[in-house]
C-alpha cells in the first residue's frame, strides 16, 4: 500500500459525457502527478499539482483538466469523452522538497471505460 | 532528462537472481536513477533508486557503474510475484520545471518455475 488513494476504482460512462476522478496524496506529500496509461500509448505523464499550483503539463489535451485543492488532494476532470479516453489513470503523489530527490508513489488507479 | 535504455524481455528462473540492464548514458552529474515495476495494470510500485554509490533496501539492489553510464537492478531471489515490467528512469531534478516520470516501454520480465 503505497498511501495514495484513488477513487473510484473503475468508471464506465457513455461518449460525450464528463466523469471526475479523485486522488488523496500521501500525508505530507506537496505534488500530486496524474498519469494515463492506455493500451497503444503505454504510461504517459499529464500533469504536475505542486501546493495548490500547477507545475508542470504534459500530454494533456484540453478537454482534460485538473485541480489540487487546499487540502492538496486533487481531481482530473475529463469532459466530452471519446472512445479513446479509455485508459487507466494513475495518480502519484511525492513530497517534493526543496533540494535533493523525490520519489513518486503512485496510487492503484481508476480504469475508464467510454462507451 | 535522461533517455534510458532497457532490453524488452527477459526470463528467469524462480529462486534465482534477476539481473536487470539499463543503459543512461546522457545521465547529467546530479541526476539520480530510479527504478519502476508494474504488475499487470498495478499502479507502478517505486523499487529503489541510486546516484553513485550502490544501494539495497528489502526489494532490490541497484548498481551504477563508475562513470554512471549504465545500472544493474538486481532481485536477488526472483519469485513468480516479481514478474512485472520494470522501468528504469532518470527524472528531472525537482524544480520549478516539474519532475515527471518518463516511462519507457521498459524490461518485462517472466520468472519461471
Known amino acids: 500500500d503505497s498511501g495514495v488513494t484513488q477513487t473510484p476504482k473503475h468508471l464506465i460512462t457513455a461518449t460525450g459525457q464528463r466523469v471526475t476522478l479523485r486522488c488523496s496524496p500521501r500525508s505530507g506529500d506537496l505534488s500530486v502527478y496524474w498519469y494515463q496509461q492506455s493500451l497503444d500509448q503505454g504510461l504517459q505523464f499529464l500533469i504536475q499539482y505542486y501546493n495548490g499550483e500547477e507545475r508542470a503539463k504534459g500530454n494533456i489535451l484540453e478537454r482534460f483538466s485538473a485541480q489540487q485543492f487546499p487540502d492538496l488532494h486533487s481531481e482530473l476532470n475529463l469532459s466530452s469523452l471519446e472512445l479513446g479516453d479509455s485508459a487507466l489513470y494513475f495518480c502519484a503523489s511525492s513530497p517534493t522538497p526543496a533540494s535533493g530527490t523525490d520519489t513518486q508513489y503512485f496510487g492503484p488507479g481508476t480504469r475508464l471505460t467510454v462507451l | 532528462d535522461a533517455k534510458t535504455t532497457q532490453p524488452p524481455s527477459m526470463d528467469c528462473a524462480e529462486g534465482r537472481a534477476a539481473n536487470l540492464p539499463c543503459n543512461h548514458s546522457?545521465?547529467?552529474?546530479?541526476?539520480?536513477v530510479y527504478w519502476y515495476r508494474q504488475i499487470h495494470s498495478q499502479g507502478p510500485q517505486y523499487i529503489i533508486h541510486?546516484?553513485?554509490n550502490n544501494e539495497t533496501n528489502e526489494m532490490a539492489s541497484l548498481i551504477i557503474t563508475e562513470d554512471r553510464k549504465s545500472s544493474t537492478l538486481i532481485l536477488p531471489h526472483a519469485t513468480l510475484r516479481d514478474t512485472a515490467v520494470y522501468y528504469c528512469i532518470v527524472p528531472p531534478l525537482p524544480g520549478n520545471a516539474g519532475n515527471m516520470l518518463t516511462f519507457g516501454g521498459g524490461t518485462r520480465l517472466m520468472v519461471k518455475p
Open positions: 541510486g546516484l553513485k
Open positions: 546522457t545521465i547529467s552529474g546530479n541526476e539520480y
